[in-house]
């Protein structure tokens, strides 16, 4: 998604895409209110357009509740310490290799509210249905995916870009829904199971 190495991109936006169509089966309403808000931007005469992007907030707020929600990197990438330090107590001597946990960053209740652990892009939305900067030490997107520190993932806007157009175009041109069993009834999605693809370093 955002890295200079083009297999390490596509690992990653392989693995938001997929846990974003996840979130779309399990969560109907939140399709179609994306749905309506391409109707009503975009309409059906035409594709949507990176150009619509700023005028399509809630597919936006989606963009940036996957990568909360889950992580492509779920321990970041690794950093090193540049000076000795102390954390509650344990002496962490400079240089030593430090693996950001943003799974359970992302999913801190005091951070992200009582529902942190499922699916929903309306935190990052303000009451006009607007997007809402995220706080500073996210570099205003509202999640850490990118990184912390001094340094940043260079590939962000791309990522953030690619990851819009795609949900985008999709939900312009289809429903996603589940599965249904032989009697007709739709096979109910489990987004809480551990799946062993994707990047974990």
């Known amino acids: 998604m955002g890295f200079p190495c083009s297999s390490a991109g596509a690992e990653t936006t392989y693995t938001s895409l997929s846990w974003w169509a996840l979130a779309m089966i399990a969560n109907p309403e939140m399709q179609m209110r994306a749905q309506a808000e391409l109707d009503s931007v975009v309409g059906r005469s035409r594709v949507p357009t990176i150009s619509d992007l700023s005028s399509l907030p809630y597919i936006q707020a989606m963009v940036k509740e996957v990568l909360r929600w889950r992580p492509p990197l779920p321990f970041s990438v690794p950093h090193s310490t540049t000076e ?43 009451s006009y249905g607007k997007i809402v900067p995220g706080p500073a030490e996210t570099r205003g997107e509202g999640h850490s995916t990118f990184d912390f520190g001094k340094r940043a993932c260079i590939g962000t806007h791309v990522a953030n870009d690619s990851l819009f157009i795609f949900f985008a175009t999709v939900l312009w041109a289809m429903n996603l829904e589940s599965v249904r069993d032989n009697q007709g009834n739709k096979i109910l999605l489990d987004t809480e199971s551990f799946f062993d693809t994707g990047i974990v370093l």
């Open 84 to 126: 000795d330090d102390w954390y509650n107590g344990m002496f962490i001597s400079k240089g030593t290799m430090c693996l950001p946990n943003l799974w359970h960053c992302h999913h801190d209740p005091a951070f992200y509210g009582d529902d942190a652990a499922n699916f929903n892009p309306g935190p990052f939305l303000d």
